[in-house]
């Protein structure tokens, strides 16, 4: 099976949802691939690019920190396969001479690999599958020296976040109310 490396080119609210859309990292090929993931894997990825610092660890900073203190490393995620439109993921560690590889989901495991600061790879089968032609132009977010920089939702979409959040309260889930919150703030400050 033949694996290309990825970039995170954008990351935006769609009218199913969010998404993160990968595209290969060294190519001339104008193909993206949209991976769609829900608004905590969303906060927990941008936290990341955004140079942001909890004041506790979120999830994800918890993984890394088990993985470390367990004498592993994070090596590189690879998402090799797309079924029925669910996209499947592996995160290898590497403890010692020993490579231990972990199914998980693609947006937990990119935003472990980006807290660990590893390779993120797509299987050439599911850029062909899944991948969408696009120029950069096409794709949402600024351009800042040749890159994409992933940037704010757009305002109209406040109404999506403040939808979320009141279903998160309804449902006792303060956790990700509180989450919730914050990203509505940011974007309110942003506008």
Do not use: C
């Not at 390779?119 to 599911?126: D, E, G, L, N």
């Not at 991948?131 to 305002?155: H, N, R, T, V």
């Not at 956790?175 to 703030?185: G, P």
Request: glycine share 4%; hydrophobic share 45%; charged share 25%.
């Amino acid at each position: 099976m033949e694996f290309l490396e990825v970039k995170i080119s954008d990351i935006s609210l769609t009218n199913v949802g969010f998404a993160v859309f990968l595209k290969p990292k060294d190519s001339v090929d104008e193909k993206v691939v949209p991976i769609f993931i829900g608004p905590l894997e969303t906060h927990s990825i941008t936290t990341v690019i955004d140079g942001t610092k909890p004041p506790r660890p979120m999830t994800h900073d918890l993984m890394l920190y088990l993985i470390t203190a367990l004498g592993a490393s994070v090596i590189k995620i690879v998402i090799e396969e797309i079924v029925d439109n669910t996209f499947y993921a592996k995160v290898q560690l590497r403890r010692d001479e020993e490579i231990i590889t972990l199914d998980a989901r693609p947006s937990d495991s990119i935003a472990l690999a980006l807290r660990a600061n590893a390779p993120i790879f797509i299987a050439k089968s599911v850029l062909e599958e899944a991948g969408i032609a696009m120029s950069e132009d096409e794709i949402p977010g600024e351009s800042i020296a040749g890159e994409k920089k992933i940037q704010a939702l757009p305002k109209s979409n406040l109404q999506i976040l403040e939808d979320t959040l009141a279903n998160a309260l309804k449902s006792e889930d303060y956790e990700t109310a509180a989450r919730i919150r914050d990203q509505i703030k940011r974007l309110i400050e942003n506008s």
